[in-house]
Nanobody, 121 residues
Framework: QVQLVESGGGLVQPGGSLRLSCAASGTTFRVSVMGWYRQAPGKQRELVAT????????NYADSVKGRFTISRDNARNTVYLQMNSLGPEDTAVYYC??????????????WGQGTQVTVSS
């Protein structure tokens, strides 16, 4: 199976930046998509950004476009989320997600334990 280890969360002032990292280990040979979700207090979990393992195609939520950048290092089985111009609305628990699949077929999804990001002055 796949295990995900997240790091990089913490407390940051408005306008600041953070970079989240998620390293995958275990059975990773079928990784097709890596991404980040977040869940704010009182809100449901929402998609933040995704990136395909093979081609590096990215998708972003409208709320983070132009501020967040997702990237990956396939050799290290790691996905990153660079977050700039952070505001209080970005405060949430951020979850790493890895999809194992073949083509368009999803085989399994794995989730990290979550890392807290708090934006406050």
């Amino acid at each position: 199976q796949v295990q995900l280890v997240e790091s990089g969360g913490g407390l940051v002032q408005p306008g600041g930046s953070l970079r989240l990292s998620c390293a995958a280990s275990g059975t990773t040979f079928r990784v097709s998509v890596m991404g980040w979700y977040r869940q704010a207090p009182g809100k449901q979990r929402e998609l933040v950004a995704t990136i395909t393992a093979r081609g590096g195609s990215t998708n972003y939520a409208d709320s983070v476009k132009g501020r967040f950048t997702i990237s990956r290092d396939n050799a290290r089985n790691t996905v990153y989320l660079q977050m700039n111009s952070l505001g209080p609305e970005d405060t949430a628990v951020y979850y790493c997600n890895v999809v194992l699949g073949e083509g368009a077929t999803t085989l399994l999804r794995y989730w990290g334990q979550g890392t807290q990001v708090t934006v406050s002055s």
